[in-house]
């Protein structure tokens, strides 16, 4: 399984923004869907965003979409992902995660066999 590197989470005021950025050292990111998940104590992971292995294909829930932009540059070897107004609600641990298929057919953490350790998000009121 290929280890993948989260950074860029942090503390931010309701309305701000983040930029969190997924890479796989020693690996090829772009042999791998990219998905962005998060989770709260006592809650289930949550997918949230995901792009295929090109990126010509992006996927977003509901609750994030038009806030939320997720991004890859394969030459770079990293994927990103942009949180624009941010609310509290979106406080979590956000984690990348990569599907082998190179698709985003479901944003079921099944689905993703490789994993970040998570970067923690904090959105004060």
């Known amino acids: 399984q290929a280890h993948l590197v989260e950074s860029g989470g942090g503390l931010v005021q309701a309305g701000g923004s983040l930029r969190l950025s997924c890479t796989a050292p020693?690996?090829?990111?772009?042999?791998?869907?990219v998905a962005w998940f998060r989770q709260v104590p006592g809650k289930e992971r949550e997918g949230v965003a995901c792009?295929?292995?090109?990126?010509?294909?992006?996927k977003y829930v509901d609750s994030v979409k038009g806030r939320f932009t997720v991004s890859r540059d394969n030459a770079k070897n990293t994927a990103s992902l942009l949180m624009n107004n941010l609310k509290p609600e979106d406080t979590a641990i956000y984690y990348c995660?990569?599907?082998?298929?190179?698709?985003?057919?479901?944003?079921?953490?099944?689905?993703?066999?490789?994993w970040g350790q998570g970067t923690q998000v904090t959105v004060s009121s």
């Open positions: 995660a990569g599907d082998p298929s190179r698709a985003c057919w479901n944003l079921a953490a099944g689905f993703f066999n490789s």
């Open positions: 020693g690996r090829f990111l772009d042999d791998y869907a």
């Open positions: 792009i295929s292995s090109n990126g010509g294909y992006t």
